[in-house]
C-alpha cells in the first residue's frame, strides 16, 4: 500500500513508555485568526491601562507606556504558554494548543525561545517568513517552532474540529470487510484517514483515497458503487469495532 506519510499532515509520535498516540498539527490560516485575536486582546488591554494611567504617563514621560507595550507585546505569548498549558485566550478560543515535539507540554525555555523568534517570523508585519517556514514544514511549523522544538496542535476537547476524535459518525456508511489482510500501518493509515475525513471537501477525500482504495479494492468487485473515500471509510467503520 502506498505511504500516507506524502498525504496526511497528523503526525504520529511515540511516547517513551511505547505509547503510539496522533498530533493533529494546526495550519497557517487558523493559527493566523488565533494570532490576531490575541493582538486585539493585547491592543484592548494596553488601551485600558493606558487609560488608568494616564497621569502617571505624564508624571514620569511616555518611556512608562513604552515599557508597558514591550512587556505585554513580548511575555503576552509566554506567560500563557506557560501557565495556561500552552494555550493563549487566541489558542483556546480556536482549540489550539503550543506543545513540544514529542507531544509533551511545553516548558519555559522553548517557550520563551519561539516567541522570542516572532519578530524574525513577522518581519515588517509581512509574514512571509513563518509562510515559508510553514509551507516547507510537515508539523506547519514556523521558524520559532523549529528552533524550539514545538508545535501547535489543535486540542481533542476544546477544538471545534475535535469530531474527528469521534469515529460514531461512521455509522452512516455501510460496514466494509476488506477481503486483503490488512497489516497494523495499514490500518492505522485508513483509520487517521477516517479522522481527517471531516476536515476535507469530498473531490480531496476521493484524492487522497483513490490510491488506496483501488488497490483494496481490486479483488473486490461486490463494492464498485461506492466512491473511494466511502470505501475507506467503510472498511474504517469495520476497523474501529462497528461489526453491525
Known amino acids: ?9 497528523s503526525l504520529s509520535v511515540q511516547t517513551p513508555e511505547g505509547i503510539e498516540f ?19 486582546i ?9 487609560l488608568f494611567i494616564s497621569t502617571l504617563i505624564a508624571m514620569v514621560g511616555t518611556w512608562f507606556w ?6 505585554v507585546n513580548w511575555f503576552y505569548h509566554v506567560f500563557f504558554e506557560i501557565f495556561s498549558k500552552g494555550q493563549s485566550p487566541g489558542k483556546k478560543i480556536l482549540g489550539l494548543r503550543v506543545v ?26 509581512l509574514y512571509t517568513i513563518a509562510l515559508l517556514c510553514m509551507s516547507l514544514s510537515r508539523g506547519f511549523r514556523r521558524l520559532g517552532d523549529w528552533i524550539a522544538d514545538t508545535l501547535v496542535v489543535y486540542t481533542i476537547n476544546s477544538s471545534p474540529f475535535s469530531m474527528r476524535f469521534d469515529m460514531s459518525w461512521l455509522s452512516k456508511y455501510e460496514t466494509i470487510a476488506p477481503l486483503q489482510n490488512l497489516s497494523y500501518e495499514e ?22 483515497a ?28 469495520k476497523l474501529s469495532g462497528d461489526k453491525t
Open 187 to 208: 490500518k492505522q493509515t485508513i483509520l487517521m484517514f477516517a479522522r481527517r475525513y471531516p476536515l476535507m471537501s469530498s473531490a480531496r477525500a476521493d484524492e487522497i
Open 100 to 125: 513540544r515535539s514529542d507531544g509533551s507540554p511545553i516548558n519555559p525555555g522553548a517557550s520563551f525561545l519561539r516567541n522570542l523568534l516572532r519578530f524574525a517570523d513577522t518581519f515588517l508585519f
Open 1 to 9: 500500500m502506498v505511504s500516507s506519510k506524502e498525504r496526511d499532515t
Open 66 to 71: 513604552m515599557l508597558l507595550l514591550f512587556g
Open 210 to 237: 483513490r490510491n488506496y482504495a483501488r488497490i483494496l479494492r481490486a479483488e473486490d468487485s461486490g463494492n464498485s458503487n461506492y466512491s473511494d473515500a466511502e470505501y475507506l471509510l467503510g472498511i474504517a467503520r
Open 42 to 50: 493585547q491592543f484592548t488591554f494596553i488601551f485600558i491601562a493606558t
Open 22 to 40: 496522533i498530533l493533529f498539527p494546526a495550519g497557517f490560516l487558523i493559527r493566523a485568526c488565533s494570532y490576531f485575536i490575541d493582538l486585539l
